[in-house]
């Protein structure tokens, strides 16, 4: 399966985006999600997963009760709304696909939030 990632820009503290991963070659249903961020400087780091369509999904604290994580699979797109973005939500996010023996990453989409 490929991934391809979207939506990233550059917005002001408190604003919303949403991110969308598409998936081509493979079926999303098929494998469990997540989103990771890469800040500079840092290591990539887990945001949310949801291991299968209509299972549960997992947030890290940092972003949790702010990011929704959602699939859409008529689609074949997963998604991350973001809201009440702060400056240390800055980071280059990928989306994540793993089963059937795979382990795929998007090319990653840079979010950056001023102050």
């Known amino acids: 399966v490929q991934l391809q990632a979207s939506g990233g820009g550059l917005v002001q503290a408190g604003a919303s985006l949403k991110l969308s991963c598409a998936a081509s070659?493979?079926?999303?249903?098929?494998?469990?999600m997540g989103w990771f961020r890469q800040a500079p400087g840092k290591e990539r780091e887990f945001v949310g997963v949801?291991?299968?369509?209509?299972?549960?999904?997992y947030y890290s604290d940092s972003v949790r009760g702010r990011f929704t994580f959602s699939r859409d699979n008529a689609k074949n797109t997963v998604y991350l709304q973001m809201n009440s973005l702060k400056p240390e939500d800055t980071a280059v996010y990928y989306c994540?696909?793993?089963?059937?023996?795979?382990?795929?990453w998007g090319q990653g989409t840079q979010v950056t939030v001023s102050s």
């Open positions: 949801n291991a299968w369509s209509g299972g549960s999904i």
């Open positions: 070659g493979g079926s999303l249903s098929s494998y469990a």
């Open positions: 994540n696909a793993q089963g059937l023996g795979a382990v795929a």
